[in-house]
Structures are given as C-alpha cells and as structure tokens.
C-alpha cells in the first residue's frame, strides 16, 4: 500500500468513523499529503492555527487503540489483532448477531494496517 493511499485510508477512518466533521489542507499542501483538522470544530480562517494532523493510524497502533479501538467498543464490537507464525499481520473484528468483518494482510505490512482495513470493511459494510 503507498502512502497516498494510507493517508486516503487515514482520512476515512477519521471522518467516517472516528468523527471528524472536517478535513482541511494548508495552502503549501499542493499534494494533500497533511490532512489536518480542527479539534474544537471552529472554522478554518479563525482557527487554523490550532490546527492539528490526523493520526496517522496507518503507522501507529496507538492512535488505533486510543481512538479506534473505544470507538468500536462503544459501538458494541470487539477486536483482536496480532501475527500469525509465519510473520503476517491480521485484524478482526466482531459484530454480534453479524457476520464478522475480517482481513488478514501479507508479512510486509503492519497490524495496525490490518485493524484499520478491518476498520474500513466495517464502515463499507455498514454504510457510514
């Protein structure tokens, strides 16, 4: 997966499931590679100087288990994430009464990509 399109999934996680009511870009940002948003939901031209980056949960298992992972617990879902023995990373998550929304990745990437794809098949699934 390249980095525009892990900033791609980044923005989606942030805006369709984190809650992010808005994504802005910087004026020097031809290339939208720094999505960034407002924490306290102002608008951009009074606040842009509180303006922070998404996180980048992609990268970061953290930003995924302290900004996903509660998200999915209060929507009553749960995860589990990790390796296999062969060195792939693998995400699932559980819907109850539903069919589960799973992905397992190749060895080359990283769990918290997989847990962020299991993210975005959820989201697909349920329409959000």
């Keep these: ?14 805006t369709h499931f984190w809650g992010i009511k808005k ?16 924490p306290s939901g102002k608008p951009w031209r009074t606040h842009k100087i509180d303006a922070k980056p998404i996180p980048r949960f992609t990268d970061s298992l953290d930003a995924c288990f302290q900004l ?13 994430v990790g390796q296999d023995k062969v060195g ?5 998550i559980f819907v109850p ?3 589960e929304c799973e992905i397992e990745i190749d060895h080359e990437e990283t769990v918290s990509l997989a847990l962020c794809l299991a993210v975005e098949q959820l989201i ?5």
């Design 88 to 92: 792939g990373s693998y995400a699932a």
């Design 1 to 14: 997966m390249t980095d525009q399109e892990k900033r791609e999934l980044d923005v989606k996680l942030a």
């Design 124 to 128: 697909d699934k349920e329409g959000k």
């Design 68 to 80: 996903l992972v509660p998200k999915l617990m209060e929507l009553n879902k749960g995860a589990t």
């Design 23 to 38: 994504i802005y870009y910087g004026e020097w940002d031809e290339d939208k590679s720094w999505p960034l948003y407002i």
């Design 97 to 99: 009464f539903a069919e």
